[in-house]
Nanobody, 126 residues
Framework: QLAESGGDLVQPGGSLRLSCAAS????????ITWFRQAPGKEREGVSC????????YYADSVKGRFTISRDSGKNTVYLQMNSLKPEDTAVYYC?????????????????????WGQGTQVTVSS
């Protein structure tokens, strides 16, 4: 099971660190993707970390501001979010899934997902 935490209300320009903790499974066996969904918008993958080679990927909208990392000892994946903008407001979900085949799309578009977290709300507003 996956459990996200760390969502909060923050002012524009602020920072948050989201956590995705796993129980009953080992996260490093899976690609972990952070998705977000804002009201009235489609869910989008914003960042992921590959299981096969540890590579990290980011959507253009968050590149340079968000950083994903994995602590295998704590079986947790983090999403450090800096320079937050109002358009980052959304429910953030982590998901464990498979890595795309070599030469294909990144883990921002996982071929399958085995588990989702319940989501954590991030609100960026003054």
């Amino acid at each position: 099971q996956l459990a996200e935490s760390g969502g909060d209300l923050v002012q524009p320009g602020g920072s948050l660190r989201l956590s995705c903790a796993a129980s009953g499974s080992t996260l490093e066996y899976y690609a972990i993707t952070w998705f977000r969904q804002a009201p009235g918008k489609e869910r989008e993958g914003v960042s992921c970390i590959s299981s096969s080679h540890g590579g990290t990927y980011y959507a253009d909208s968050v590149k340079g501001r968000f950083t994903i990392s994995r602590d295998s000892g704590k079986n947790t994946v983090y999403l450090q979010m800096n320079s937050l903008k109002p358009e980052d407001t959304a429910v953030y979900y982590c998901a464990a899934g498979g890595d795309p085949p070599p030469g294909g799309r990144s883990c921002l578009f996982p071929p399958f997902i085995v588990d989702w977290g319940q989501g954590t709300q991030v609100t960026v507003s003054s």
